[in-house]
């Protein structure tokens, strides 16, 4: 069926969205098995479909919900291809990405309750190749599989170099820090203990006893034609815009345990309903009930998440609305996903975004989880959500002035809940970045860095905005009191550049010199540590960079937690 809407507002001047100058499209159908006691909750899901799909910009998206019962609805929206204007097919196949982690943390638990794993147990004994140089106790595939390992998680578990070797930043179980590399790592273990290789083990474990018998344990060039069409930002080197424009993306290959698997919403909704039954499917208990609790107990507090939310194995444990909550989100290079699964109402959803635009269909699912709820219980359903317009900004009047540079000057207007930028005699809007006092002007001459703003005390979340760097540019408020004088190693001068590596998990980054202080891309402050660099991005980010050989006062190359990124000349 399709929906008549009116056009997003603003896209005037942003630019329309994808979907907003056409018909919405909605492709739904019951579920086999489904019992068809959510459909009064339909109308009112399907309007926050569209409503956040041309918020954020969104191509097409599929979701499934689930409940202990069944998979109760699948349902696409939108477009799997653009360029045709044809909607997602429900046979299409979606990357889920990170949510693959639990996946292969629920093999591992069955490794465990065949006794095959020790989870307390140092992990070299069972992978004595990998490569950790550690001062503290040794880790565990416990800390591996709660991110409390301590150890950086850009790097691939085998770097190029063979005197590489993975640092131990603190020890492990002290701090959270998510780590795509050693859940690689965990995929090798489930191959040292089972005797096949990750793809198989799922295949054989996972899917076919819960007869996922649409998805894939891997992601190959042979697949191509079964997935849906995805997409990328077409500027992929600078901050992405809500309604920048998008590209068609590569294909890729992954078969490790950090996000190698693709699937159906159907099959997704297997998945949901055996999480929701507390590890238990059509076939029996995938594991036991003393693992899914571990699985589903709070280890380790992880505020990347959220206030709040731990993970467990492979699976963040939150809460909503009183209930417990188990969840995952998915990103790649051309898709979105979330997971949530209410395991005590026994209520879940999945859904997934064929684009990667920095941002997880969160609250689609979230919405969904409620309103079964208010269904199963009949209460009244929860009211629409807000809409999510970019260029809203609510305390818009904080970053309102003019902001001196030397003999520049960096001019911010409110309007409302409107900000902008002048530039050469024009008023440039500014869209709402990921994090807070964060902004991207809708301009290409301004769209390389984001405008980050800083409070007079950075502990006070509502405290004065004093200053605003741009890159390296640095402008600072009348009301600004901190010092004006900064020192720094004359060396770091010539660390300065454009840096890039074709990998697309990786890409480029730029080392901006600001207030004395060494940054990623004007938003991440790097800290000496010996003869490498920290990323201080938070207290524990166990990430590094280390600059290579100097040309003529220029850096030629930095390594990122081991990965290579080579200078780009004259950019």
Same mark, same amino acid.
Do not use: W
């Given at each position: 069926m399709t929906i008549n809407r009116r056009d997003v507002l603003g896209a005037g001047a942003l630019g329309a969205s994808i979907i907003a100058m056409g018909r919405f499209g909605i492709s739904d159908s019951r579920a086999q098995g489904g019992t068809g006691r959510y459909e009064e909750i339909y109308p009112a899901l399907d309007r926050f479909a569209e409503q956040f799909m041309r918020d954020m910009n969104s191509p097409g998206m599929t979701l499934v919900l689930a409940d202990r019962d069944a998979v109760q609805r699948v349902v696409t929206y939108g477009f799997g291809d653009l360029e045709g204007r044809q909607a997602p097919k429900q046979q299409e196949l979606f990357q889920i990405g990170s949510i693959s982690k639990s996946f292969v943390a629920l093999v591992l638990l069955q490794l465990f309750d065949e006794g095959k794993l020790e989870l307390n147990r140092p992990i070299v004994e069972y992978l004595p190749w990998l490569r950790i140089d550690s001062a503290f106790a040794p880790i565990t595939a416990h800390h591996l599989l709660t991110h409390t390992s301590g150890l950086p998680g850009i790097s691939e578990v085998f770097p190029s170099d063979p005197a590489q070797r993975h640092f131990a930043a603190y020890a492990p179980g002290e701090h959270f820090h998510y780590n795509n590399m050693l859940y690689d790592a965990l995929g090798s273990l489930a191959w040292t203990l089972d005797g096949r290789e990750l793809p198989e083990i799922l295949r054989k474990r996972v899917f076919e006893p819960l007869r996922m018998s649409q998805s894939e344990p891997a992601i190959t060039f042979d697949m191509r034609e079964k997935l849906v069409k995805s997409y990328a930002a077409f500027l992929g080197d600078r901050p992405y815009r809500r309604y920048g424009r998008l590209c068609e993306a590569p294909s890729i290959v992954s078969t490790s345990g950090a996000g190698c698997i693709v699937s159906t919403s159907r099959d997704m909704g297997a998945y949901v309903q055996m999480i929701a039954n507390h590890g238990r499917g059509p076939e029996g208990s995938l594991i036991s009930d003393r693992a899914f609790e571990l699985f589903s107990k709070p280890h380790a507090a992880a505020e990347d998440f959220g206030r709040g939310v731990h993970y467990g194995y492979g699976i963040a444990v939150d809460s909503l609305d009183g209930n417990r909550l188990l969840r995952h989100t998915g990103g790649m290079v051309s898709f979105m996903s979330s997971m949530m699964v209410d395991i005590d109402e026994g209520?879940?959803?999945?859904?997934?975004?064929?684009?990667?635009?920095?941002?997880? !269909?969160?609250? #689609?699912?979230?919405? *969904?989880?409620?309103?079964?709820?208010?269904?199963?219980?009949?209460?009244?359903?929860?009211? +629409?959500?807000?809409?999510?317009? !970019?260029?809203? #900004?609510?305390?818009? *009047?904080?970053?309102?002035?003019?902001?001196?540079?030397?003999?520049?000057?960096?001019?911010? +207007?409110?309007?409302?809940?409107?900000?902008?930028?002048?530039?050469?005699?024009r008023r440039v809007p500014l869209e709402r970045l990921g994090e807070p006092d964060q902004f991207v002007a809708v301009d290409r001459a301004l769209e390389r860095f984001a405008l980050v703003f800083s409070r007079k005390d950075a502990k006070v979340p509502d405290s004065a905005v004093v200053e605003v760097n741009w890159g390296g540019d640095w402008y600072w408020h009348a009301a600004y009191a901190g010092p004006m004088q900064f020192s720094y190693p004359k060396a770091w001068e010539s660390y300065v550049g454009h840096y890039r590596n074709e990998n697309p998990w990786i890409g480029s980054l730029r080392i901006v010199l600001c207030k004395g202080r060494l940054m990623i891309d004007g938003t991440t402050p790097l800290e000496a540590d010996g003869d490498l660099f920290r990323l201080r991005s938070s207290p524990y980010n166990t990430e590094w960079v280390r600059f290579g050989e100097i040309v003529n006062g220029r850096c030629m190359r930095i390594k990122l937690s081991g990965e290579d990124l080579r200078r780009v000349a004259a950019a």
């Open positions: 209520v879940g959803g999945f859904a997934s975004i064929n684009a990667q635009q920095g941002y997880r !269909p969160n609250a #689609v699912v979230k919405y *969904a989880i409620q309103l079964m709820r208010a269904q199963r219980s009949r209460k009244t359903p929860p009211a +629409l959500p807000e809409s999510d317009s !970019p260029t809203s #900004v609510k305390n818009a *009047a904080d970053y309102a002035g003019v902001f001196t540079g030397g003999d520049r000057k960096l001019e911010i +207007l409110a309007e409302g809940d409107k900000l902008f930028v002048m530039h050469e005699g």
